[in-house]
């Protein structure tokens, strides 16, 4: 039952940190695509105005090269595969919380495999993150709950493992 608490904790800061992690790429998302927008309707309504042809050449190169530039940074950034990415897990990590706490509620049926399904489970949702998390937000998790819950080791810190004390 204690090491099904341990993963319930686990899950629960994962999804946590998942979820700061989408919404940090979300605003990115959002700042980046501004500008784009903006240049697309200023591109628009300059292209059906009377300005000198000479002229409309250099704002088109200069505003259609801000465009791409953009584009490719976010592309080259994979910021809508982060984001993805982020979303897909944090669901994944609820729904791995659900079912614990489902087991821990059921506490007379909990078995050696159930605990390894959980474990493997719990390890396989881990495995699909390719980008990480970053220090900021480690830092962040592990000084606002690493006193009181269990912490996945994910929350490492500058190459050291996050010891936790008992909870």
């Given at each position: 039952m204690d090491k099904l608490k341990e993963y319930l904790d686990k899950s629960f800061?994962?999804?946590i940190l998942c979820d700061y992690h989408y919404q940090f790429y979300n605003k990115i998302n959002y700042i980046s695509m501004f500008p784009l927008v903006i240049g697309s309707s200023l591109l628009t309504i300059l292209n059906s105005s009377t300005i000198d042809e000479s002229i409309m050449k250099y704002i088109n190169i200069s505003i259609n090269g801000l465009n791409t530039l953009i584009i490719a940074l976010t592309t080259n950034y994979k910021l809508n595969d982060r984001?993805?990415?982020y979303k897909n897990l944090?669901?994944?990590y609820?729904?791995?919380s659900h079912k614990i706490e489902s087991s821990i509620n059921k506490s007379t049926d909990i078995?050696?495999?159930i605990m390894d399904d959980i474990i493997n489970e719990y390890d396989g949702i881990g495995n699909d993150n390719d980008f990480g998390y970053l220090s900021s937000y480690k830092k962040?998790?592990?000084d606002r709950y690493g006193k009181t819950r269990?912490?996945?080791n994910s929350l490492q810190l500058d190459g050291d493992l996050v010891y936790?004390?008992?909870v």
């Open positions: 800061i994962s999804a984001l993805t990415t944090y669901i994944k609820q729904k791995l078995n050696d495999k962040m998790i592990v269990h912490l996945p936790i004390n008992e």
